[in-house]
């Protein structure tokens, strides 16, 4: 199982300066690298103060002028936002100037707050459509002198200008949690990115589950890859784990709020959360990180982790998002490669 790393310039607060948190992020990649991480993962969101990256190919093409062997991955860009003739284009680019480096992550989206603002009218089942469509046209279009009639987009031949240094293009990822969603991936050859959210490791056995499903429903087709993303602190103590389940139960607190998308936004940000409503979360809570997150020792997280490799997961991404400080995510992110990658090697 190889390891890598997911990350944003994350703010829930105009205190943290976004220059700051930009160089933190670079930071963040570079110490991945160093470690012999296999890749960074970073999105794309819009008007988000909560998760920047308006275009995550430019983050990772800063990167890649700043790493020597780790892969860049775009964890994910939202599909109905792209056009396939842009799309297909710039992650050409991308692949060019990071010297192949590049893997594509594609996703239909989550925040309705983006839908309302890029694609007004549009609800989450015509994104996955648009997802669908979008897929196919861009590795024609990396193949050259494609033609499209779909029911979201129509060009006359085009090309890919320009075309991928990777001979098939770069690896397509795509989000997925329900079985048509695996099935798609499947089909198309493309590889598996799954995100539990809030049912721990019995949601992280259903998520292979149906992978292996739609593997088995579609056996002429090769088996392709599976990534979980999974938020992660590796502790130096029990009472620093929990304290990082207290940081990341807030987290995740703003990231339901966001989810919900029901609370005044102000500079790109929500209302901040008081410490009552964080407290009265119906399931956010920090036994519940720590029950379904990875926290802990090094000798817990390793435990954790072999269970997932023992499921079969190609790639375990370290979420490394938090709300918690620049030093204990460094600090947490050291530990993991020191303490915790060693016993996988």
């Not at 779909?150 to 031949?157: A, Y």
């Not at 598996?192 to 019995?202: A, F, K, M, R």
């Not at 991404?317 to 990658?341: G, H, P, T």
Request: net charge negative; glycine share 6%.
């Amino acid at each position: 199982m190889k390891f890598s790393l997911f990350a944003h310039m994350e703010r829930i607060s105009s205190d943290e300066d976004q220059k700051q948190l930009y160089d933190e992020f670079v930071e963040l990649c570079k110490i991945a690298d160093k470690g012999g991480m296999h890749a960074v993962w970073t999105g794309e969101h819009h008007g988000m103060n909560f998760t920047i990256s308006p275009n995550p190919m430019l983050n990772l093409v800063d990167i890649a002028r700043q790493t020597t062997n780790v892969r860049l991955g775009t964890g994910t860009v939202i599909a109905p936002f792209w056009h396939p003739i842009r799309l297909a284009g710039e992650a050409a680019m991308t692949d060019i100037i990071t010297d192949g480096r590049l893997d594509l992550g594609i996703a239909r989206g989550a925040y309705s707050y983006e839908y309302e603002r890029l694609m007004p009218g549009m609800d989450a089942w015509e994104a996955g459509q648009r997802m669908r469509e979008l897929i196919p046209a861009v590795k024609a279009l990396w193949k050259g002198d494609y033609a499209h009639e779909g029911e979201f987009h129509r060009f006359p031949k085009t090309t890919s200008s320009p075309k991928p240094i990777q001979a098939e293009g770069p690896p397509i990822w795509i989000a997925a949690r329900d079985p048509n969603s695996h099935e798609f991936a499947v089909q198309q050859g493309c590889n598996v990115q799954v995100t539990p959210l809030w049912n721990g490791e019995p949601e992280i056995a259903d998520l292979m589950k149906k992978f292996n499903d739609a593997c088995s429903k579609f056996p002429e087709q090769p088996r392709p890859k599976i990534m979980l993303l999974l938020h992660t602190y590796v502790a130096d103590s029990d009472e620093d784990s929990k304290e990082a389940a207290v940081e990341l139960n807030r987290f995740y607190c703003y990231f339901g709020a966001w989810f919900m998308n029901k609370r005044d936004v102000d500079q790109g940000l929500i209302a901040p959360l008081t410490e009552a409503e964080i407290e009265a979360h119906p399931f956010y809570t920090p036994e519940a990180m720590e029950r379904d997150l990875v926290i802990g020792t090094p000798e817990k997280v390793i435990e954790r982790l072999r269970v997932y490799e023992a499921l079969g997961y190609d790639e375990y991404a370290f979420w490394i998002d938090s709300s918690m400080s620049f030093e204990r995510k460094k600090a947490s992110l050291e530990r993991f490669i020191k303490d915790v990658m060693p016993a996988f090697a």
